[in-house]
Each structure stands twice: as structure tokens, then as C-alpha cells.
């Protein structure tokens, strides 16, 4: 098996099967049927929890579940504040959700609101509201990085589209902790007044999916592709222009082929079939900036099967092996442009870059290939005259030291080696076993990265080191 993680994720009802149902019963409703309709309460907590609200804490996560308290000296108005003590680092962080046993109806609502302080100014990793595992989170909002100061103020996070929010649970949430040693940390977090408002000061809305960016992929029958970079953007009454990142179910997604690829309420695209089809979105009545055009060309043939005995082999990616290490394949590189999707053809994993400029593959553990003189790796274009390289990048101490003949003192050893995979034919796999040679020759112990550029659109499977 692959080392990758999966989410499963479940389409959900659409509204019009149910109306399709209820059209074919023989009895129809009276116009007298009032439906249940939960109440439209938008406190949270204002000097107490409000109703049905309870405190969960992200225990699994690794939360301090005793990090949260009352307030009642330090408050901004009233009797009592929520009080959150974010540990030092390397202890912990603070974690958490309230959630309500009492549904609320936030379709009359524009945004969350509070007023909060800390002991020391900060920047909030993560806070918002829609966290409720009963619905896989389908609502939910997350603003990063948002900053408080040492006195109280009034913050702002809008709801993307209200209508949506009929029966809410999850009504706050935050997640905040020192990310390395010397940052915040050890410090009094407080919030008071947090309740849901009609502020009708909201404008301005510029939702996005693919953080506003035009994407092509070329993908084959059978594979899925995730929307993400999908964010909502106002314009506050104090001219900030506050984003957060959006759950899917905000949007309604649009597919220009169907016969192609379809999109579920959850941004999954799935391809269906042969042709081209261009996926958007729209957020509130809004057009969402950003689109992605998928080109598919049919069923994917599988990657030849390796034959090498698993001993001779330390595997990065491949179903025929067990992997040596766990690896990343979407490292977001400061300035890269590349989309990475594991993909699924015909019950074999592969890896779909597209509108690659420059990514890499980053092992966990680093591989010992001492005794392998090999990298073997499939490649697969759609395009002519597509052409990848390939660095196998050496990291961290190894068997070789090299000293500065000036100071004495160690210089920085690692290595790399860089390979063309050119001669790519259209429309078939092609295999490359790569010489572990050049400046890694003698020094393989470490080796913790492939580096991949050109494209800008190929599919990888099988690469693995190896002896024969």
C-alpha cells in the first residue's frame, strides 16, 4: 500500500430527489403543515453558556483540556469572560470547540462576533465557528492568524452565506499554541460577548476557489480531483478586508461537461468520462474567482508491474511494494504553482502533478541506500515534447565530512544528483532506472528528497531505489 491518507467522504442527498419523492406521493401536504424550524438565537456565550452549549476540547489532538476556565475579574462587560491559558511551547496548546445540543436557525446572522484581549499581543492560529462532527463539518469557517492586543476589541468574522446555516450546532472554535521555541506562548487568551450579530455593515463579498488562480489538469477516467483554496472575503466597516478559509457546502459548484466530470456539494470532482470540462463556482449569487479545466483522455493503462524482489528494493511510491518511509507529495513550496492529486486507475494508485513548476517528494525518515544503485521511476504525459527532471537530494550528516581547509570547521555536505527524464512518448508509460552516481555516489545514507521540475503536467507511479 501507498503511504497516503485518505479521507472518505460521502455525497450527500440532493434536495431535488427529496422534492422528486414527495412530488410522486399520491397525498399531498396541506397548506396548513408547518414544518420544525429551530430557533434563531445567536448568543454563545455572553455572561454564561448559552443554551445547550458545552465545552469540547481537542483532547486527541493533543489539547490541554484544562487550559479553558471563567473569567470573572477581567471582563469586558458583565459578570464573567471565557479564559483560555495557551501553555509555553512544547507543552501543548489550546484546543477546542463549543458546541450546542440546542440547533440554531443563524439564517438572520452576518457574522460572528466577540471582543477579546490577551496578556501579550498574539496572533490566533486558528478560530471560528461550524465544527460539528454530526455533519462532517460541512459548515464550517476558519480565520488564521488573527491578531489581538493587550486591550479588549471587538472582532469580526462574517458568515459566508447565511441561508445555509438553518440548523447550526457548532457556534465557536479555536485553536491556538507556540509553534517553536521563543514564539507565543505561555500567555491569557480572553473572549467576552461572543454571539452572532446583523451587523448589515458585511459588503463587498469576493469568494475564491483555487485561491482565485485559473488551473488546467490533464486527468484521465476514474480519478478525482479536490477543489481547494476555497476562501470568502469581506469588507468590514473599519476597511479591513477579512478572508477566511470555507468549508465546500458554501458553494454550488458547476460543472461545463457533466458527461466529464461532476463535483459533489463536498468539492470532489470526479471524471467520468473523455473530453474537457471546465469546473466553477459561484458563493451567495457571487461567481467565485478562480476555475479549473479538465482535460481527460480516457482510461489510464496501468504503469508496468516491477518484478524485483521486495529485499532489493527501498520503496517511495508504489502498491506492488511496502514503502520505506512515509512521504509528502504536496510540500507547498514557497513559489511553486504545482497540484499534486493521488490518484486512482483501475485499482492502482498513481501521482497526477499538473501546472508543475517545481515540487518535490520529502521522505519523513531518510532513505539508507548504501547498498542500492538504482532509482527506478514511471512517467506518463498527455503532451508532446514534455520533459521532467528529477533530483535525488542527499540531507542531513553523512558517511563524508568535508572540512574548510581555512577554519577547520565543517561545511554543509549535502548532495544532490539531477536527471532528465527526456525521450517521454505520449499516451504510454515510459521507465527510467536512474544511477545513483554524481555527488550522491558516495554518500547514500541519506538520501530524504526527490525534487521534480518541468512538466508541466505528468503522472508518476513506481519509483522506488533499488540493487539488482
Not at 497516503?4 to 430527489?17: G, M, P
Not at 480519478?223 to 479591513?240: K, M, P, R, Y
Request: glycine share 10%; with cysteine.
Amino acid at each position: 500500500m501507498k503511504n497516503t491518507k485518505y479521507i472518505n467522504l460521502q455525497f450527500l442527498l440532493l434536495l431535488s430527489l427529496g422534492i422528486t419523492f414527495f412530488s410522486s406521493c399520491e397525498r399531498d401536504f396541506s397548506d396548513e403543515v408547518v414544518f420544525a424550524t429551530f430557533p434563531p438565537n445567536g448568543d454563545v456565550f455572553i455572561d454564561a453558556f448559552s443554551s445547550g452549549l458545552d465545552y469540547f476540547p481537542f483532547v486527541d489532538a493533543g489539547a490541554d483540556p484544562e487550559a479553558f476556565s471563567v473569567e470573572t475579574e477581567d471582563v469586558f462587560s458583565g459578570s464573567s469572560a471565557m479564559r483560555f491559558d495557551v501553555p509555553s511551547f512544547g507543552n501543548g496548546f489550546v484546543g477546542a470547540t463549543f458546541n450546542t445540543t440546542a440547533n440554531r436557525n443563524l439564517t438572520s446572522f452576518d457574522a460572528l462576533t466577540f471582543y477579546a484581549k490577551a496578556s501579550q499581543a498574539a496572533a490566533i492560529d486558528a478560530i471560528g465557528f461550524g465544527i460539528d462532527g454530526s455533519t462532517n463539518n460541512k459548515f464550517q469557517v476558519t480565520l488564521n492568524n488573527l491578531e489581538v492586543s493587550t486591550r479588549w476589541e471587538k472582532y469580526v468574522i462574517p458568515i459566508p452565506d447565511a441561508s445555509k446555516l438553518i440548523s447550526e450546532t457548532g457556534l465557536f472554535w479555536l485553536a491556538e499554541g507556540a509553534s517553536f521555541a521563543g514564539d507565543e506562548g505561555g500567555y491569557t487568551l480572553l473572549f467576552d460577548e461572543i454571539k452572532f450579530e446583523k451587523l448589515g455593515t458585511v459588503a463587498q463579498p469576493s469568494p475564491a476557489i483555487f485561491s482565485g488562480q485559473d488551473l488546467t489538469e490533464q486527468t484521465f477516467t476514474g480519478s478525482t480531483v479536490t477543489i481547494t483554496g476555497l476562501t470568502q472575503t469581506f469588507n468590514l466597516d473599519n476597511g479591513v478586508n477579512r478572508t477566511a478559509t470555507v468549508a465546500p457546502s458554501y458553494f454550488d459548484f458547476t460543472s461545463s461537461d457533466i458527461e466529464v466530470a461532476r463535483v459533489s456539494e463536498l468539492g470532489e470532482i470526479s471524471v467520468i468520462g473523455e473530453g474537457t470540462a471546465e469546473i466553477t463556482a459561484v458563493l451567495g449569487g457571487v461567481s467565485a474567482n478562480g476555475s479549473i479545466t479538465i482535460t481527460s483522455s480516457g482510461t489510464l493503462q496501468a504503469a508496468p508491474d516491477p518484478t524485483l524482489p521486495q529485499a532489493n528494493v527501498k520503496s517511495i511510491f508504489s502498491n506492488t511494494y511496502v514503502n520505506d518511509t512515509e512521504s509528502n507529495f504536496t510540500p507547498g513550496f514557497g513559489g511553486s504553482t504545482t497540484e499534486t492529486t493521488v490518484a486512482s486507475a483501475n485499482g492502482n494508485d498513481v501521482l497526477v502533478y499538473s501546472n508543475n513548476n517545481f515540487t518535490g517528494i520529502l521522505f519523513e525518515n531518510t532513505v539508507d541506500a548504501t547498498a542500492l544503485t538504482f532509482l527506478h521511476v514511471d512517467v506518463y504525459v498527455q503532451q508532446a515534447g514534455t520533459e521532467v527532471g528529477i533530483q535525488i537530494r542527499d540531507v542531513g550528516a553523512n558517511q563524508m565530512i568535508e572540512t574548510d581547509p581555512n577554519t577547520g570547521f565543517p561545511i554543509a555536505d549535502d548532495k544532490d544528483f539531477r536527471f532528465d527524464l527526456t525521450g517521454l512518448t505520449v499516451g504510454q508509460w515510459t521507465s527510467f532506472d536512474i544511477p545513483l552516481g554524481g555527488d550522491i555516489a558516495t554518500q547514500k545514507n541519506n538520501l530524504g528528497a526527490l525534487i521534480l521540475t518541468g512538466g508541466p503536467n505528468f503522472i508518476m507511479d513506481n519509483i522506488y531505489f533499488y540493487t539488482e
